[in-house]
């Protein structure tokens, strides 16, 4: 299709009447395309096509239209206990192609780990021509101790823009992190920098050498730059598993400058997240690059030599990326409005000129897929979706709604009604607010409220004060103010909804992990006269003894202690206040069903937690029921949890609030798994 300044609206979808609604099955369903990407001079499209028992590489000639598979390969074509599958695949030069390969153990079967084994599966790289021929594995030939033991050699490190034969690879094996330069047609090695064990990355210079070496020891992170007399000198630090939460800092890529280097960063004093370039030899930021007047940046691109930023990117209420070329930026504008300005259009990769971009679409109501733009025609076409089984499904519609806080602070949210709602219809509200709290929604194809969307529920998101992506000062509203301010924006947030109709006051559920648990449990605590029903995942229920618990595991220096002080607050100093906000003491205030869920594994918020609130719901003689999920950590969880999850809200909500609007079969009933039984002590 060819879109014009004034562009057409998106194809009509499928009528809800005639079309299923999204289920569980659908949205854990296996990817049949899980990448795309378009060569240098924009000519040939590769892609991964991966089915029940194969996968391929494809490649199309854009300007013939011809396309074939020129690598095929079985799941069960590296032994019988092992299976492997394309994942990624990437141009070299418009003649050369690589390809990334994952082998894993067969579910099943008898297959054991161990020193002699661990070769046998993990990532692998390999090239091959645009025709399929001169297919090499890389590094597979090459020898020596710096690659014994190594099950990893997947990961490139550096294109090496300057050097069309070779690339930059990181290599991990028993003895650390190796860092080689590969030559893309033998598969042949030369080692660059040794493997150490501390070693987990670098940061290279456009040429590929490295300018910074990255190592973690004791469970702390440091960053090394070479000083005037090449030696590796300390300049950044910080532990481990606080980069998970607070990320000071973003390496983007390299610039055409010896010694500097682009990042995402907000130094001290910046309003918000810009792009800088930073200086290694004197440790300092500068001014920025780039800096939104309204947004924290969360990504951008430099060209592959270092000379020029391509395109930054933003949340708004969906992604915008903005281009250095206005040309083109006025190009992405028009693709933006031909999907409504409602989904979130991502440059996934560009040729060289960035005349075609392959781009990555998803949104509340566009399941992720690829689509090619040429800027010279002004056409837009689709490469396909990324699941099959997502497409011809009736959709949820999202809209932005504005409200003002009690204290006169304008904030906005994200309301997603079911598929098919009219106008007159009112469903049951899921008030499903996010973790951090410096973190945001936004409008995406989110799981979980495609879920429960579909299973008739409306879905608001509320970005209440505190929320990321808005500035420091935003993000500094709501420090100190968890069961307080924060908590009263979302409440604001669900009088607002209930005053302008759309939901039912006797059918609102809050529903939340992490900072959102504690947001479910407070809600329930504090305003036990607006909600039916709550759900924490994971979820903080005394705020004094999680902050204790980081000052033990985390140690009183760490940030990850000296951050939630700051939050959330002093347990001596501000024992009072604390305890008035933590829902495990004010269980006896709670009279509204609550269920409670968290991975046994939970590093971040420890299942204790959720215990103690189950025990003072017990005391208090309220009933709540606490699913303990094997296994399972914070977050990223299995399929297999997730599901069970879901499928367990699921059951409390058609309990509590009743059938969604459309909804007329019941949940599924609980399956069995590995999670220990639901925890009633």
């Known amino acids: 299709m060819t879109l014009t300044a004034a562009t057409a609206s998106p194809p009509a979808e499928p009528s809800p009447t005639t079309a299923p609604r999204i289920t569980l099955d659908d949205l854990h369903s296996d990817v049949q395309q899980p990448d795309v990407a378009i060569s240098p001079s924009g000519r040939y499209l590769a892609g991964v096509i991966v089915g029940e028992g194969s996968s391929a590489l494809y490649v199309t000639d854009l300007e013939s239209g011809t396309s074939r598979n020129i690598v095929g390969v ?42 002699e084994s661990i070769g046998r599966v993990g990532r692998r790289l390999l090239a091959v021509d645009r025709d399929g021929a001169n297919l090499q594995p890389l590094l597979v030939g090459t020898s020596g101790s710096s690659l014994a033991g190594a099950w990893d050699l997947g990961s490139i490190a550096s294109f090496l823009p300057h050097d069309p034969g070779h690339v930059m690879m990181k ?15 033998s598969g042949d ?34 960053l090394r730059r070479k000083d005037e007399k090449g030696r590796w000198k300390v300049f950044y630090k910080v532990r481990a598993r606080e980069l998970d939460e607070r990320t000071e800092y973003e390496a983007v890529g390299p610039s055409d400058v010896a010694g500097e280097y682009y990042v995402l960063a907000r130094p001290d004093g910046r309003e ?47 992604r915008i990326c903005e281009f250095a070329d206005p040309r083109i930026d006025e190009h992405m504008k028009s693709v933006r409005r031909y999907f409504d300005d409602s989904a979130n259009v991502n440059v996934y990769d560009a040729s060289t000129d960035e005349s075609v971009l392959i781009l990555h679409v998803e949104g509340p109501h566009n399941p992720p897929s690829f689509h090619r733009y040429r800027t010279d025609r002004r056409r837009l076409d689709s490469i396909g979706p ?9 959709l949820p519609r999202s809209s932005i709604v504005g409200w003002t806080a009690r204290d006169g602070l304008a904030l906005t949210g994200y309301l997603t009604l079911p598929p098919g709602t009219s106008d007159a219809e009112v469903p049951p509200l899921v008030v499903y607010p996010h973790g951090g709290p410096e973190s945001r ?45 924060m908590q009263d924006d979302i409440t604001d947030a669900v ?101 409670l869920i968290h991975g046994a594994d939970d590093g971040i918020v420890p299942l204790a937690q959720s215990v103690a609130m189950r025990k003072a719901l017990a005391k208090a003689g309220r009933d709540a029921e606490l699913i303990t999920l094997a296994d399972e950590g914070h977050s990223r969880w299995s ?43």
């Open 74 to 115: 079985d799941k069960g074509a590296m032994s019988r206990q092992t299976e492997a599958v394309i994942s990624e695949v990437f141009w070299k030069t418009d003649d050369r192609l690589l390809f990334r390969m994952m082998i894993h153990p067969r579910e099943g079967s008898s297959f054991v780990l161990n020193a």
């Open 171 to 185: 290599v991990d094996g028993y003895r650390g992190r190796g860092l080689f330069r590969v030559d893309v047609r």
């Open 189 to 222: 090695a030369d080692l660059v920098e040794p493997p150490a064990p501390n070693v987990v990355d670098w940061w290279l210079d456009v040429d590929g050498n490295p300018i910074v070496r990255i190592e973690e020891s004791s469970g702390t992170i440091r």
């Open 272 to 318: 918000r997240t810009g792009l800088y370039r930073y200086d290694l030899t004197k440790e300092s930021f500068g001014e920025p690059v780039i800096e939104h007047p309204e947004y924290d940046l969360v990504a951008a691109s430099i060209s592959r030599d270092g000379r020029r930023v391509q395109r930054f990117c933003y949340i708004s209420h969906v």
């Open 386 to 394: 990324l699941r099959d089984r997502l497409q011809r499904r009736a």
């Open 441 to 485: 929604d936004s409008l995406t194809f989110d799981t979980w409220v495609q879920f429960f969307a579909a299973r008739g529920y409306a879905v608001f998101q509320p970005n209440f004060r505190g929320s990321d992506g808005y500035g420091r000062t935003f993000a500094a509203l709501g420090y100190g103010q968890w069961g307080r301010a």
């Open 495 to 595: 009088r607002h909804l209930v005053q302008s109709g759309v939901a039912d006051p006797a059918r609102i559920c809050i529903v939340g992990a992490s900072y959102g648990g504690y947001a479910a449990l407070a809600g329930a605590a504090l305003t036990p006269d607006l909600y039916r029903c709550a759900v924490s995942i994971a979820g903080i229920s005394d705020l004094a003894e999680f902050i204790s618990w980081r000052k033990r595991e985390w140690g009183a220096d760490s940030e990850g202690y000296t951050y939630w002080l700051t939050s959330i607050g002093d347990p001596e100093r501000d024992a009072a206040k604390l305890a008035a906000t933590s829902p495990a003491r004010l269980a006896a205030d709670i009279d509204i069903p609550v269920l």
């Open 639 to 681: 399929k297999e949890s997730e599901r069970q999850a879901l499928s367990s809200i699921d059951r409390f909500l058609w309990t509590h609030l009743g059938p969604g609007i459309g909804v007329t079969e019941p949940p599924a009933p609980p399956a069995p798994s590995k999670s220990p039984a639901p925890s009633r002590k």
